[in-house]
């Protein structure tokens, strides 16, 4: 059998355009954080609250496109070109019906939905704030989601890279206009944050439309035919799509449950771990793409007909996201200051930050590890086993933090030590599923 194993250069072909829209993202995320800590540790913290929970109903749609992701790179792999335009095409009336449900139902019930979560009344005012301007750019995002689904899918990430700038760049622009009253704009506050990520990504979508609109090369898919629903293709990828939907949704989902039982814990440290989120997702930015990339080249192995290199793909990977993360977090641990001083002036809440910091900095290290062979689970397209991987972890993750910042009443530096327990068991699952699974053969 012919060594089918792409090199580390194609490797990181795939992935660095990625990782730039990766970063790009994380920069409204750092932007909004970082703003928002000079307005106050409220505000802050609100923000996460906020951050989070809209970030759990765009699981959905990340979740859906995933599964896109991976039916597209399996396709690719047959060469069964059109069926990918239908499978992107049945994806967006998917999302687009999906996301008009999920915001209509915030924007009347959201503040409902948060109250009975949250102690502080100045923390869920603001949080509610924050959300109603930041649900009406769900259809957007996911529909920038879509195409970069299709983009990674048929390993052609060029133009991920450059729809993530421009969103970034317009973010930091908006925010420092709304939030502040500078630049001509009205001093929002927590709302203008908001606001500024929302049309941040209504331009990070019409660039992915046009640009995709006028390239030749790509009509061999067939995309904008516009052709009517198709039941039967949205039923077959969410037979892919679901679980993994299920699976993000609860992750982030625990995630968020994470944050309200650090809420509990008082404002500061509320802001502090919102500090140190943002640091955690900034950092993981080059192992979040490793991971993308780990998906489509597995699918598209298996869709070649390769199905014996997907361990050695795998390992391949996972080796290079280890030896960059290791990297990264050997020289983020000599600039813990710096950091931390990105999102606030506060020097309590510098002070406060910096034993959660070298924690976080171990779990990044680990983590890179995880989600590659995770992702490696996914990409065989038995994601009912990977949301059972998932949940299983969830579980005992969830325990784990209640114990520590409820019971326990530990400090907030201990309390990040759930995310070494969550490394250890999702990647300990997911290598055993890849070494001794029946996935092999599987017809998706």
């Known amino acids: 059998m012919p060594d089918k194993t792409p090199s580390l250069r194609k490797i990181w072909v795939i992935s660095w355009p990625i990782m730039i829209s990766l970063l790009a993202q994380n920069v409204v995320n750092v932007t909004d ?56 095409e049945n994806g967006f009336y998917f999302l687009g019906i999906s996301s008009v449900v999920i915001t209509t139902l915030i924007v009347l019930f959201g503040a409902q939905v948060l109250k009975p979560f949250i102690a502080s009344e100045a923390v869920f005012n603001a949080s509610t704030v924050f959300l109603k301007y930041r649900i009406f750019g769900l259809f957007f995002a996911s529909s920038a989601l879509l195409f970069r689904s299709f983009y990674t899918g048929i390993a052609f990430t060029k133009y991920i890279s450059i729809s993530a700038a421009i969103m970034a760049g317009i973010n ?69 799509s679901l679980y993994i939907m299920i699976q993000f949704v609860l992750s982030h989902a625990v995630w968020f449950g994470f944050f309200l039982l650090i809420e509990k814990m008082g404002e500061t440290s509320l802001a502090v771990s919102n500090i140190i989120r943002s640091i955690y997702m900034l950092l993981m930015i080059p192992a979040w793409a490793m991971s993308s990339a780990t998906s489509s080249i597995v699918s598209n ?82 994601t009912r086993t990977g949301l059972a991987i998932e949940v299983s972890t969830l579980s005992l993750y969830l325990v784990f933090a209640w114990l520590l910042a409820v019971k326990l009443r530990q400090p907030i530096e201990v309390v990040w030590l759930c995310e070494y327990m969550y490394a250890i068991v999702l990647g300990s699952l997911s290598w055993i599923y890849l070494k001794k699974g029946k996935w092999e053969g599987r017809v998706i």
């Open 33 to 88: 954080t970082a703003f928002l800590g000079h307005v106050g540790a409220i505000e802050l913290g609100a923000s996460a609250i906020g951050g989070l929970f809209y970030i759990t109903l765009f699981m959905v749609a990340y979740g859906f496109t995933t599964g896109v992701q991976i039916l597209i790179a399996r396709r690719n792999g047959e060469r069964d070109y059109p069926a990918i335009g239908s499978i992107f």
């Open 172 to 240: 930091i622009v908006l925010a420092y206009g709304l939030i502040f009253g500078r630049l001509g704009f009205p001093e929002m506050g927590i709302a203008g944050a908001g606001l500024a990520s929302s049309i941040s990504e209504v331009c990070a979508m019409l660039f992915f439309f046009a640009i995709t609109a006028r390239k030749a090369h790509l009509a061999k898919y067939k995309l904008f035919a516009f052709v009517k629903p198709d039941f039967s293709i949205m039923k077959s990828t969410l037979n892919v």
């Open 301 to 382: 192995a298996i869709g070649e007909g390769y199905p014996k290199q997907v361990i050695p793909i795998v390992k391949k990977i996972l080796i290079l996201s280890m030896g960059i993360m290791l990297v990264i977090s050997l020289l983020a641990a000599l600039i813990p200051g710096f950091m931390i001083s990105i999102y606030t002036n506060d020097r309590n809440l510098l002070q406060m930050s910096i034993a959660s910091y070298y924690i976080i900095l171990g779990a990044v290290f680990l983590f890179s590890a995880t989600i590659v062979l995770f992702n490696g689970v996914l990409g065989t397209g038995n």
